[in-house]
């Protein structure tokens, strides 16, 4: 089970809604994993990751770029030049948020950071609702989510998604099953198999009802 972090996991205060570590919980008892995949930096899933006490077992960080299983930090793919990016932005007079691989910059400056990656063909954006993410080209939640199962010995089949943005629907062609919590964008919920009444954490709740509920039926 793989879930979106920002505006899906939790809301704009970051908290985790009453009754969703329950709900994650009662899913892992049956046996299934739960990983969070996220364009935030690495650093901060750690931290996240290390507060919730073992309920994740995993999770991909700065939109595929970098991951963490089983004890280890895993770069997933690195950004070749991105240092020299890094100035171009500065002399652009352009606000950043650097992680590990992927650099972060607000969607007031697209024109700018269209004119600094141009130059860079190893390199490419990706929107995320109010933000511009600067990672290597080719990579995306999708390449994270490629490694994982790998590291799990998973297929397909057996992957489960839900998110809100642009971002998450890179998700979608790995995973038999899609969920789109309320706020979603519609594109978003136009490409989810289940799309939940409820918002934020009490809508990733919902889904891991759902998903609870449809896994009795298959063995009734």
Same mark, same amino acid.
């Given at each position: 089970?793989?879930?979106?972090?920002? @505006?899906?996991?939790?809301?704009?205060?970051? @908290?985790?809604?009453?009754?969703?570590?329950?709900? %994650?919980?009662?899913?892992?008892?049956?046996?299934?994993?739960?990983?969070?995949?996220?364009?935030?930096?690495?650093?901060?899933?750690?931290?996240?990751?290390?507060?919730?006490?073992?309920?994740?077992?995993?999770? %991909?960080?700065?939109?595929?770029?970098?991951?963490?299983?089983?004890?280890?930090?895993?770069?997933?793919?690195?950004?070749?030049?991105?240092?020299?990016?890094?100035?171009?932005?500065?002399?652009?007079?352009?606000?950043?948020?650097?992680?590990?691989?992927?650099?972060?910059?607000?969607?007031?400056?697209?024109?700018?950071?269209?004119?600094?990656?141009?130059?860079?063909?190893?390199?490419?954006?990706?929107?995320?609702?109010?933000?511009?993410?600067?990672?290597?080209?080719?990579?995306?939640?999708?390449?994270? %989510?490629?490694?994982?199962?790998?590291?799990?010995?998973?297929?397909?089949?057996?992957?489960?998604?839900?998110?809100?943005?642009?971002?998450?629907?890179?998700?979608?062609?790995?995973?038999?099953?899609?969920?789109?919590?309320?706020?979603?964008?519609?594109?978003?919920?136009?490409?989810?198999?289940?799309?939940?009444?409820?918002?934020?954490?009490?809508?990733?709740?919902?889904?891991?009802?759902?998903?609870?509920? @449809?896994?009795?039926?298959? %063995?009734?």
């Amino acid at each position: 089970m793989l879930s979106d972090y920002d @505006r899906t996991f939790t809301d704009s205060s970051l @908290r985790v809604e009453p009754g969703l570590v329950d709900a %994650i919980i009662r899913l892992k008892r049956k046996g299934t994993l739960f990983s969070i995949v996220s364009g935030r930096k690495y650093s901060f899933m750690y931290d996240l990751y290390q507060s919730m006490g073992g309920v994740v077992d995993s999770f %991909i960080a700065e939109n595929g770029c970098v991951g963490y299983a089983n004890g280890r930090k895993h770069y997933i793919a690195r950004s070749e030049g991105r240092e020299e990016m890094l100035v171009g932005l500065r002399s652009l007079d352009v606000p950043y948020d650097a992680g590990d691989v992927v650099v972060s910059v607000s969607v007031d400056y697209e024109r700018e950071v269209d004119q600094v990656i141009k130059g860079y063909q190893n390199m490419h954006v990706v929107r995320n609702v109010d933000s511009l993410m600067i990672l290597p080209h080719s990579v995306s939640k999708a390449t994270g %989510i490629q490694w994982l199962m790998g590291v799990y010995n998973l297929t397909p089949v057996q992957m489960a998604c839900i998110g809100d943005a642009e971002n998450d629907l890179e998700m979608r062609s790995l995973c038999s099953l899609m969920g789109a919590v309320c706020n979603a964008l519609p594109a978003v919920k136009k490409e989810s198999d289940y799309v939940c009444r409820q918002s934020f954490g009490f809508g990733l709740k919902e889904f891991l009802e759902y998903i609870e509920t @449809r896994a009795i039926k298959t %063995i009734e």
